[in-house]
Each structure stands twice: as C-alpha cells, then as structure tokens.
C-alpha cells in the first residue's frame, strides 16, 4: 500500500509481579519500582525475539508509565535525611534512585536501547499516554520498536498515602509491571494477533462527560466495523465504566473484563497485555482498553487486527 | 505537515517573576544564587541556590505547594498574552515536565505534618494548570530527570503536530527544598566554589528553582486569531545514553543520538544550527561529555554555533531547565543576542567550544537554534527551534 503509513504490531509481551530468583539477581540495586519494569521489559523483549547488539541501538527506544515511579525511595532518602545529623549520614545511591526515569534507564542500558526513551508519570493515565505517542512515534518513522513499560512499586507508607489520597485502598504491590513490544510494520502486513490501531486521551472531572467523549472517539475510530469489545483497566472502585454507565453512553454489551484492583500507573499497559492474550485466542476481533483518573485524566486504546 | 509556534510564554527563576527579568537578568552575566532560605542548612554543605523570587514561604497544605504556585505564577503571565477563554476546551493539551511534582507535600505527610499526601503526586501541577485553564484535551505529565522541561515541550508540539489538538501549554516546573539539596550534595556535584560552565575550573552545579512555560499552537490558527508567533517548534529527538545510570557517556553517544532524530525530525542539516542551548551544568563530566556531543554532531575543526549555558545564571532548575533553555531560545532568535554564560571566566580549551562568556554577543544572520538537555539514567533530549 503505497503511501500509507506502516501499521503497529504488537510482537511482544511481558509481564512482572514481585520478585523471583531472576529479578533479585538483575535488580539488587534497584527499588521494586525499578525492578518490576525492568524485568516487565525484558520478558516483553524476549517474547518478541529482541536480541541485544553491540552498538546501541537508536531506532529501538523505551517508554515507561507509572504513576508512584520511585516514590519508595524517595520516602527512603526523606526518612534518611530527617534522621541524619550530617551529610554523611545520607546515600549518594538512595537519592540517584528517586529519579523517575530509572526504568528507562535500565532497560536502555540492560537491552542496547538508544532510541527515543520517555517516561511518563500522568497518574492512572499514564500508560494511555506512553502507548499513544509510541503510536505516533512509530507511525512517523521516528523509530522501528519502543517497548512501552508500566510499573508501579508500592511500600507500606505509599499504600497507607495512596489510601488517603485516593479514598480508597490501592493494591498492596511490592513491584508490579506489565510492558508491550510495539514495532513498525509496512501498511497492509496482518502476520501478527495484535496491532495498537489508537489510543486518546481527556481531561474531565466529570465522569459522564469523560464516557461520552470516549463513547465517541471509539465510534469514529470504528466506522465501518463493529465496536470493539470493551477492557475497563482502571479497576473496580471507578463507576465511570460500569456496566449501566456503559450502556448509557451506547457501549452497552462490549463489557468483556474489568481489572479486579486499581492498578495505577500501569493500568492501561497491563490491560494491552490482556487485551492481546484475548486477541490471539481469536475469542474477539478488537479491544478498547478504558482508563479514567478519578482526579481527571482519561483515555483509551484500541487494539486488535486492521480492518478486523 | 502542520507548523507548530510558540505564541505566548512565561516564565518564573531567581530573576523574579516574568519573560522580562529572566533575559534581562541573563543579558546582565549576573548570577542569582545566594544563601539558602527556604530550609535549614545545619544538614547541607553547600549553601548557596538559586530561591524564586518574590515567592515567600506560602501557606501550609496543598495550596501551599510550592511547585504549583511556581507554576501558576507562569499561567498568570501566559493567560495575559491571550485572549480569555483561548485556553480551555477539549482543543487545548497539558504537558508539564517535573522531576519533583509536589514532593514538598509529599515529605510533610511523611513528617506528620499533613493528614492527607493528596496533590503531592508528579502529576499533580497538570491537573492543576487543566483546572485552572479549562483545559480538557490530554493533561500529561514526563519525569525524565533534567530532561523534563525538553520533553515536555517535544511531546506538547507533538500532540499539536499530530492534530491532536490545536494547542498546549508546555511547561517545566520544580521547587528546591531540602530533599535536593542534600541530595545532590550527597552525591558531591554540587559546586563548592562558583558555578562555572565549560570552564577550565568547574567544579560542579548550583541547584535553582522556577517555571517555564511556552504555548505551542498551530501556526495557521495562530494566525487567523491574530496571534504573532514568537518561534517554530521546528523538531524534537530523544535517546537514552545506555551507558551508566548516572555519568554521561565520555563521547555523549545518547546526546549525539537525541540532536541527530531531532534534526532528522525537523529536516535541517546540523551547519544551518546558528546557537546552542546547552545543558552546561558546570560538572567537569557533562560539560565535557556536551563539547564530545557537540563535536560529533556539528564538526570538529569547524566554525561551530555558539553555545550558551544559562545554570550560571539562574542554577540548575531540574524540571524547569529545559522550557526555561527553550525561552531563552526564543529570545535569543527574536533579537538575535546571545547572554553571556554568567560564571565562565576562563573557557575550558579542552572542549573546543565557542561558549559566549563576558558580555552579550550579537550572532547574525540567525535562523535556526537547538536547545539540549541531559539527565541522569542517561536520557537525553534535543529541540529546534527557527525564527518566525
């Protein structure tokens, strides 16, 4: 197809919830944050035949979406420094962790990655926003594979403060990730289950504002085909995508799942991961995977087969 | 393709609140940092940043953040170069660069000082900026260490590019505090003596604090509201250095990768680039690992672009650096002055650089600037900039 831009193919996937004997090996400097989407990375990776070269490689890159990042060390360096009578007292080590990026960092430098790398810490969102502009990004030509990650590491106080801020309990991670291998396809190749086909983002503090605008992003997208069947990966406690609130905004029926906990940052990355498990057992033919914030953000993407 | 221009800016640093005070203050060569306020120093060794001004000490609580009210002390500045109501609608994206968001709250919660961390996650100054502006399309928030503010401006002219949305508020934004301070300290990259970029004693950077924040709106729009647009966001590249988590790599690989996709994604040739922005935090490492970078990209043994770094000046405002560098750009295209690199006496003959140093030089003819940006993990971020 001549002229037309190439397509996404998802050819990889990964996932990471606490630590094995492999993570403790590879990530014994690294906070849970750190860890969980590093691991999460590698397997992605690994699934999609990735093989490490010499030389970095600078069209391969590597975004990551959180929304804690390294908050646990940050309250590690924190508590270090309200005890500490000098400077001595405090690690070098324990600071340079509480830069948000490490994820990238590692994979970057654990996988030759010298391509574009971003980190995006957006909240529930997140991950909605890495997937869309490694959409862009790959459809522009900028790159031929980013592995985009979500992690998220929670320590007892982060769960105690998510609690608090949030109204409600977040899951008890201690190192969760979820990452997917997106590369760049000539327009027209349907040789893999999965292609990311869209995504969008909004801001609404409004939750049936924020269904009707997705409830019609997911109509245009779809002109010509049935409506994808619907992932809600914000997790139980968002009534925006429940059931009756569906069907209000005409989505009604396209329930497949909703996440069982509140996944965070890395909500929208590890409900592609399922969304693709779905996908290759051909039991649907597309998938929207919903994300809202409940302090505003929200999104969504599309994936499964072009013209599918 | 459709153009994106910068039509309106804010910005907030040791200089005061304002455009106007930042460039006049860096056309001066004079230095804002002095003695710590902000915190007790009884647990830091070095003692001198670069505090905001005139931003007191503000009230305890959420509103009391100070990283919002940096933030918002830029809105201010940006909404009154505007027409009213421009800003919000589902047309309109956020992209706010911080390493910190609101930490500060963060850490009082964690004293017991606060009941709640509420509005001290990274995302909390965009959602702050969505609400006050109305603005409902992608809020989004990057935390790519000293690159933020760089990335942020790339992914807010990417949005506009796209036609995601017609514009955004791009802006870098961070507060100091005691947190950092000690860190960096802890780390021994803090100057002991004087910040003194690319110079031949450099001994490490000074911290600073502020906002920077840039509309980017499509240029047709632009115009057909009327608006004169200040620059071109011309292209944006990013590349991890996969070196070391935290020195640069000697030959600045990942920095010569971010310039190379950004003048790749704004098809100019790296001789038709007539000013850097540089990182130039001061660090014998990064300044050498720039003028590495530099060399690679524009030529060694070659008249090579002038290069300015502005952390003499204003400190090394993590977040905030990279949109704050991106307005100083903008200005020097505009007028075609280049500040002096405040701190630099002596320029380093090691690097092989042009670095403008002394007194403002005037660089002419000008069209095109790059502004780079350099973070721990070893990202790296570029974007270029042309004259309207």
């Not at chain 2, 002095?34 to 830091?44: A, D, Y």
């Not at chain 2, 505007?82 to 930490?103: E, K, Q």
Request: charged share 20%.
């Amino acid at each position: 197809m001549i002229g037309a831009p190439p397509v996404v193919a998802v050819t990889g996937i990964g996932r990471c919830a606490g630590v094995d004997a492999d993570g403790a090996a590879r990530g014994r400097r690294m906070d849970g944050f750190a860890r969980a989407g590093l691991l999460a990375g590698v397997r992605a990776l690994a699934s999609a035949g990735y093989r490490r070269r010499d030389a970095a490689d600078p069209r391969s890159g590597v975004f990551v979406a959180t929304s804690l990042g390294c908050r646990s060390s940050v309250e590690e360096h924190q508590r270090s420094l309200s005890s500490a009578t000098s400077l001595d007292d405090l690690s070098p080590a324990v600071f340079a962790r509480t830069v948000h990026n490490t994820v990238a960092g590692e994979l970057s430098l654990d996988q030759g990655l010298g391509g574009p790398a971003e980190t995006f810490t957006s909240g529930t969102t997140a991950g909605i926003d890495a997937l869309v502009a490694a959409f862009d990004l790959l459809r522009a030509g900028t790159a031929d594979r980013i592995v985009v990650v979500g992690a998220e590491a929670l320590s007892g106080t982060c769960a105690a403060g998510e609690e608090a801020a949030r109204g409600h309990p977040g899951p008890p991670l201690e190192g969760a990730g979820a990452a997917v291998v997106l590369e760049s396809r000539p327009a027209g190749e349907t040789g893999f289950p999965a292609f990311l086909l869209g995504g969008t983002s909004l801001f609404s503090t409004r939750p049936d504002a924020a269904r009707s605008r997705l409830a019609a992003w997911l109509a245009a997208l779809s002109t010509g085909t049935a409506l994808p069947r619907l992932l809600v990966a914000s997790g139980p406690t968002d009534a925006t995508f429940d059931a009756d609130a569906l069907r209000e905004a005409g989505l009604g029926g396209g329930l497949l799942e909703t996440a069982p906990t509140d996944l965070l940052g890395t909500a929208a990355i590890a409900g592609a991961v399922r969304a693709v498990e779905l996908l290759r057992n051909r039991a649907v033919t597309r998938v929207a995977v919903l994300v809202r914030d409940p302090r505003g953000p929200a999104g969504a993407v599309v994936l499964g087969r072009p013209g599918g | 393709m459709r153009s994106v221009a910068v039509t309106a800016m804010g910005a907030v640093t040791g200089f005061g609140e304002g455009v106007v005070p930042f460039w006049n203050g860096l056309l001066s060569g004079r230095s804002c940092l002095g003695p710590i306020t902000l915190f007790p120093t009884g647990r830091v060794v070095v003692r001198q940043v670069a505090e905001a001004r005139p931003l007191g000490q503000g009230e305890p609580g959420p509103a009391g953040e100070r990283a919002h009210r940096l933030l918002l002390a830029a809105a201010r500045e940006v909404e009154a170069q505007v027409p009213s109501g421009l800003l919000g609608g589902p047309g309109t994206a956020v992209v706010v660069g911080t390493t910190m968001g609101g930490n500060r709250l963060f850490c009082s919660w964690l004293e017991g000082g606060l009941a709640s961390p509420s509005g001290s996650d990274l995302a909390s100054p965009a959602r702050l900026l969505a609400e006050r502006t109305g603005a409902a399309g992608p809020v989004v928030t990057v935390s790519a260490a000293c690159a933020s503010g760089t990335a942020a401006l790339g992914a807010a002219a990417r949005l506009v590019r796209s036609g995601t949305v017609d514009r955004a508020l791009a802006a870098g934004v961070d507060a100091l505090s005691e947190f950092v301070v000690a860190g960096f300290d802890s780390l021994r990259a803090l100057s002991r003596t004087t910040v003194r970029p690319f110079d031949l004693r450099r001994d490490g950077l000074g911290l600073g604090e502020g906002a920077g924040l840039l509309l980017v709106e499509e240029l047709g729009a632009a115009l057909s509201r009327g608006a004169r647009p200040l620059a071109l966001v011309r292209g944006y590249g990013s590349a991890g250095d996969a070196f070391h988590m935290t020195r640069p790599s000697p030959r600045g690989a990942g920095l010569v990768r971010a310039l190379s996709a950004a003048l790749a994604d704004a098809r100019v040739e790296p001789s038709a680039i007539g000013f850097v922005s540089a990182h130039g935090t001061g660090t014998p490492l990064n300044d050498a690992m720039e003028a590495a970078a530099f060399g690679t990209v524009f030529g060694a043994g070659l008249v090579r672009p002038p290069v300015q770094s502005l952390k003499g000046a204003v400190g090394h405002t993590l977040g905030a650096a990279g949109a704050l560098e991106a307005i100083l750009t903008v200005r020097v295209l505009e007028s075609g002055l280049v500040p002096p690199t405040a701190g630099l006496e002596e320029p380093d003959p090691a690097l092989g650089l042009d670095v403008v140093h002394g007194a403002a030089r005037r660089v002419e003819p000008l069209s095109l600037a790059v502004s780079t940006s350099s973070a721990f993990a070893g990202t790296n971020a570029a974007v270029i900039l042309e004259r309207a």
